[in-house]
């Protein structure tokens, strides 16, 4: 066989060798609450004060004195958690020998898919996780009941309706709302037999992805083996944006990822990446949750 030949089955078959498994590739809840992807203050913990409402009184006389009262306030608390990932991306004499420009592009790419992912849990499952308050994080407090609307059935209208209630009457500031539910749960909404043609056609183009958003709240979806599992249900959640918050920061020399050669093993290259990251739930009127299954 010709040299040249050979030297280009050997970069195909390389190349093929560095395919993409099946995964999600993207943050997807990266813009559905408040995301500080830089953050660099030292710390375990990062804090959120919360001051409590101030009602006007009626004036009762004219030269009294004035009101004298202090807002509630309160404090809740995010607790960093670190990560990391590395993968040996082969030694520079193989890269050269198969002629491509940089075959640790896709391996690459698959930590940062893996960091992403991370990232997309990390949220999900701390929504309705205990919260921490108190001036270093000392008191838990616990998921309220009242905020699981649903424990079992399909996802309907009837749900997005007893979620679109529970916010109204959150009076949470902010006008974003989100839905995450799995793949299973958007198809089951067409099964819905109590609809107006108006909605039904809604519904089907909110399945369909020609449209993300329906009554008031944004749906992302999630592959079903990625939303929590709650007592056998897949967890659907909704939440408003400005009750949830989300930071993370790098570890080592300011930067999330590095390709560097490692002495300590015989020069070979290795990309790693590491990151804090934490998450705190600023009101508890912001979540609600319904527990899906397919009947």
């Known amino acids: 066989m010709d040299p040249v030949q050979i030297e280009h089955h050997r970069v195909i078959a390389f190349g093929r060798n560095l395919a993409m498994a099946p995964q999600t590739g993207e943050f997807k809840l990266q813009n559905a609450v408040e995301c500080d992807l830089n953050f660099t203050e030292p710390g375990k913990y990062f804090t959120d004060e919360i001051?409590?409402?101030?009602?006007?009184?009626?004036?009762?006389?004219?030269?009294?004195?004035?009101?004298?009262?202090?807002?509630?306030?309160?404090?809740?608390?995010?607790?960093?958690?670190?990560?990391?990932?590395?993968?040996?991306?082969?030694?520079?004499?193989?890269?050269?020998?198969?002629?491509?420009?940089?075959?640790?592009?896709?391996?690459?790419?698959?930590m940062r898919f893996g960091q992403y992912r991370a990232r997309d849990q990390k949220i999900l499952t701390s929504l309705y996780a205990p919260a921490r308050e108190g001036e270093t994080g000392e008191t838990v407090v616990p998921f309220p009941a009242g905020n699981v609307l649903t424990n079992s059935g399909k996802l309907t209208l009837a749900k997005l309706r007893s979620a679109s209630l529970f916010h109204d009457n959150g009076k949470v500031l902010g006008e974003e709302r989100f839905w995450v539910g799995g793949a299973s749960d958007k198809s089951k909404l067409l099964e819905e037999d109590k609809v107006t043609s108006a909605e039904y056609?809604?519904?089907?183009?909110?399945?369909?992805?020609?449209?993300?958003?329906?009554?008031?709240?944004?749906?992302?979806w999630f592959a079903d083996d990625e939303i929590p599992i709650v007592g056998g249900k897949r967890r659907n959640i909704s939440f408003k944006k400005t009750g949830n918050q989300y930071k993370s920061r790098p570890i080592v020399g300011g930067e999330t990822a590095k390709v560097w050669t490692r002495t300590d093993r015989k020069g070979n290259w290795e990309a790693y990446l590491n990151f804090d990251h934490g998450f705190l739930r600023r009101h508890d009127a912001s979540v609600c949750v319904h527990d899906c299954d397919d009947t």
Request: glycine share 8%.
């Open 201 to 220: 056609a809604a519904i089907k183009a909110l399945v369909n992805g020609e449209i993300d958003t329906f009554m008031g709240f944004k749906f992302i």
């Open 51 to 110: 001051i409590g409402k101030s009602d006007p009184q009626e004036m009762t006389d004219r030269y009294g004195p004035t009101p004298s009262k202090e807002p509630n306030r309160g404090r809740r608390i995010g607790v960093f958690t670190p990560l990391e990932d590395a993968n040996w991306l082969g030694d520079n004499i193989d890269k050269v020998r198969q002629q491509v420009t940089d075959p640790a592009n896709a391996i690459v790419t698959a």
